[in-house]
């Protein structure tokens, strides 16, 4: 499943400031480019058994401290506002092309398009109390069972769609790369504000651009910096819906 990627992505560059002029010196320099550039990241001894503390821990503390009062208050609200299930339960894609099953807080009204069709900004899908849960990610919360399970890990490239996996691995080149590393409740391309609806294929390009950069660069303390990023972000969309007000 490994691929060279030939994506643009902002990691160190070869220090070699003259390009040679002649063919074989340019395609020689060229190779050298783009073994230094995209040569395949082997993060610290002990990430793996740290992230997955990690994982299990906060999940843990998240799903007693917080999911054990707050389920029921949504389950309510979910019911009283629309017809169906409480949990909404998809197929999604995880590490290695492997499916499972992934958990969510149903925001949508029950229809037949929900494991084809994309969500969009003002779908008419969505109920009422799912406008809010989807802005503030809290729908995403029970996907902290997904994480104790071990299908997916609380940072990583989102998981998507069995659908959408089949349908971008057909037509953007190297998007298969993001499936060698464990799906994740957020990612960098989550915390350079690429969420929700793909539009366009330039923007799903650049999403997969940062999943490729995290995939090179994972660390213990780049986790750490997009689960906080990722926290704050939740914390003032949460606020601006509520109060109306943009927040500088």
Same mark, same amino acid.
């Given at each position: 499943m490994k691929q060279q990627t030939t994506l643009d992505l902002p990691l160190p560059k070869v220090q070699n400031t003259a390009?040679?002029? &002649?063919? /074989? !010196?340019? =395609?020689?320099?060229?190779?050298?480019?783009?073994?230094?550039?995209? @040569?395949e990241h082997q993060p610290a001894p002990y990430y793996v058994a740290v992230k997955r503390i990690m994982d299990v821990s906060l999940s843990a503390l998240f799903i007693v401290g917080v999911m054990s009062w707050l389920t029921p208050i949504l389950a309510i609200l979910i019911k009283l506002t629309s017809k169906g299930p409480v949990f909404f339960v998809q197929k999604r894609?995880?590490?290695?092309?492997?499916?499972? %099953?992934?958990?969510?807080? +149903?925001?949508?009204?029950?229809?037949?398009? !929900?494991?084809? #069709?994309?969500?969009? =900004?003002?779908?008419?899908? *969505? &109920?009422? *109390?799912?406008?809010? @849960?989807?802005v503030t990610h809290l729908d995403e919360t029970p996907q902290f069972f997904n994480v104790l399970l071990g299908d997916m890990s609380i940072v990583g490239p989102r998981p998507h769609m069995l659908y959408h996996t089949k349908y971008y691995s057909e037509c953007i080149p190297y998007y298969n @790369? +993001?499936?060698?590393?464990?799906?994740?409740?957020?990612?960098? !391309?989550? =915390?350079?504000?690429? =969420?929700?609806? *793909?539009?366009v294929e330039r923007e799903l390009r650049k999403r997969i651009?940062?999943?490729?950069?995290? /995939?090179?660069? #994972?660390?213990?303390? @780049? %986790?750490?910096?997009?689960?906080? &990023? &990722?926290?704050?972000?939740?914390f003032v969309k949460g606020y601006e819906m509520i109060t109306g007000k943009k927040s500088k």
């Open positions: 390009i040679p002029q &002649t063919d /074989m !010196a340019s =395609i020689r320099y060229m190779f050298q480019e783009m073994n230094q550039q995209y @040569l894609t995880g590490y290695m092309g492997l499916e499972f %099953d992934c958990f969510k807080f +149903r925001t949508m009204y029950v229809n037949d398009e !929900a494991d084809v #069709r994309q969500v969009s =900004i003002n779908d008419n899908r *969505i &109920t009422k *109390i799912g406008k809010f @849960l989807r @790369l +993001r499936l060698e590393v464990q799906p994740g409740m957020t990612g960098m !391309a989550q =915390i350079k504000d690429y =969420i929700g609806e *793909i539009s651009q940062w999943d490729i950069y995290y /995939m090179k660069n #994972r660390s213990v303390s @780049l %986790d750490i910096n997009i689960l906080f &990023t &990722t926290m704050i972000c939740v």
